[in-house]
């Protein structure tokens, strides 16, 4: 019984938030090693393990903040703080857990990495407190969600350059796009309960905000595979995009829920092409 609410604590029941922090990281390490290694695969193994241990240490940091809060939002009064399934003690113990095992990975990397790390931890504690201050909390998301693929990049090179930084601007609308979608989800309850987000901010012009969103993203993303000499396999992955974003464009219900939550899933998709564009043209070329 318990063991399931830990679940539903980390989120472990969906896996969409994961992969949408983890295809920027290993996306950072394939984009920086000049050839696929032993250690480049040892690296993405490393990631791989750091997401699933900060995605779901992100979850209960957030469930402490917002456990009152969540509590008079429809969809999420049954999450295990917000119901009193669990209480903030045993989700203490768990994040300190899942935070000391991203320590020892942490101290495996180099310094540029680890201050990058910490620095991400920093804003990872911010983030939830934003919804009660500012209108554009998804912007502030953006800035944390997609700091591994800053730390991919790192942890190959030990400093970061122009091209991880354009690749990380581009996530940054990216995730601007997808989590305006998500907020629409809560904007009544929101709205009620006096907390601020893009989707409330945008309202009825939310839909040509998302374009501006996508097109910028797109335009990051090709400036770093130019700079990072990316050759086709990336483009046509970066086409293909392209073409994920005008369906949700077209598709963009602000009113459907359930369309918004399913719109906000199959960014997982475009995570995944990015990720497959730049491995397979490196490993082609």
Avoid at 2 to 19: D, E, K, V
Avoid at 143 to 165: D, H
Avoid at 188 to 206: H, I, P, Q, V
Wanted: a positive charge; hydrophobic letters at 50%.
């Amino acid at each position: 019984m318990h063991f399931n609410h830990y679940l539903s604590l980390m989120r472990l029941h969906s896996l969409a938030g994961l992969w949408l922090v983890l295809f920027p990281s290993l996306s950072g390490i394939i984009l920086a090693s000049a050839s696929l290694s032993w250690q480049t695969f040892f690296l993405l193994i490393l990631f791989t393990i750091g997401a699933f241990l900060m995605r779901p240490a992100g979850c209960i940091i957030n469930d402490i903040f917002d456990k009152e809060i969540d509590a008079h939002v429809e969809r999420t009064k049954y999450r295990p703080l917000a119901s009193g399934a669990l209480n903030v003690k045993q989700a203490l113990t768990l994040l300190s857990l899942l935070l000391f095992i991203a320590l020892v990975i942490l101290l495996l990397t180099n310094k540029t990495t680890f201050i990058l790390g910490v620095i991400s931890m920093c804003m990872i504690i911010i983030y939830p407190l934003l919804k009660r201050y500012v209108w554009w909390p998804q912007l502030f998301l953006g800035f944390t969600f997609n700091m591994g693929s800053l730390l991919g990049w790192a942890v190959v090179k030990n400093q970061v350059s122009i091209e991880p930084m354009l690749f990380y601007a581009g996530c940054i609308f990216w995730t601007l796009s997808y989590d305006t979608i998500y907020a629409h989800q809560d904007k009544r309850d929101d709205e009620k309960l006096g907390m601020k987000s893009t989707a409330l901010y945008f309202g009825d012009t939310t839909k040509p905000w998302l374009k501006r969103f996508h097109l910028m993203s797109l335009m990051m993303w090709l400036y770093a595979g130019i700079l990072s000499s990316l050759n086709n396999i990336f483009y046509i992955a970066l086409l293909a995009v392209g073409v994920v974003f005008h369906y949700q464009y077209k598709n963009f219900n602000p009113d459907n829920s359930s369309q918004c939550m399913s719109t906000f899933k199959n960014n997982s998709y475009v995570g995944l092409l990015l990720f497959l564009g730049i491995l397979l043209d490196k490993v082609v070329n």
